[in-house]
């Protein structure tokens, strides 16, 4: 359950930081609700996760996955130019969370 729960923040962390761009330094109504209640359903998800996943691998998978989907989000949509390389690199960092996740010796708890 906890890597569930850490996968949810991580989607989150992209919301968020999506969110706090287009709000517009916070002016903007609707995208700064979003960031406030995104943040915060990230940090206290992150924070539970915590719990049954050592700190250095559960921060590494909740910050690796947000850039990604950050990164891949806007490629997608026009915000940010695509390249081969960086899909490649971006794949990458898919690819050592899924490390993470496969030599996560940790409790049984772990989903």
């Given at each position: 359950?906890?890597?569930?729960?850490?996968?949810?923040?991580?989607?989150?962390?992209?919301?968020?930081?999506?969110?706090?761009?287009?709000?517009?330094?916070?002016?903007?109504p609707l995208p700064t609700v979003v960031f406030?209640?995104?943040?915060?359903?990230?940090?206290?998800?992150?924070?539970?996760?915590?719990?049954?996943?050592?700190?250095?691998?559960?921060?590494?998978?909740?910050?690796?996955?947000?850039?990604?989907?950050?990164?891949?989000?806007?490629?997608?949509?026009?915000g940010e130019p695509a390249s081969a390389l960086?899909?490649?690199?971006?794949?990458?960092i898919i690819g050592c969370v899924i490390g993470?996740?496969?030599?996560?010796?940790?409790?049984?708890?772990?989903?």
């Amino acid at each position: 359950m906890h890597w569930i729960i850490l996968l949810v923040s991580a989607v989150l962390e992209a919301v968020w930081a999506t969110a706090l761009s287009l709000s517009d330094g916070l002016s903007n109504p609707l995208p700064t609700v979003v960031f406030c209640v995104a943040v915060t359903l990230s940090m206290l998800g992150l924070g539970y996760a915590m719990r049954g996943i050592p700190i250095g691998t559960a921060y590494a998978v909740w910050t690796g996955t947000g850039a990604a989907l950050t990164v891949g989000y806007a490629m997608l949509f026009g915000g940010e130019p695509a390249s081969a390389l960086k899909v490649l690199f971006l794949a990458g960092i898919i690819g050592c969370v899924i490390g993470l996740k496969l030599v996560d010796g940790g409790s049984s708890e772990n989903a």
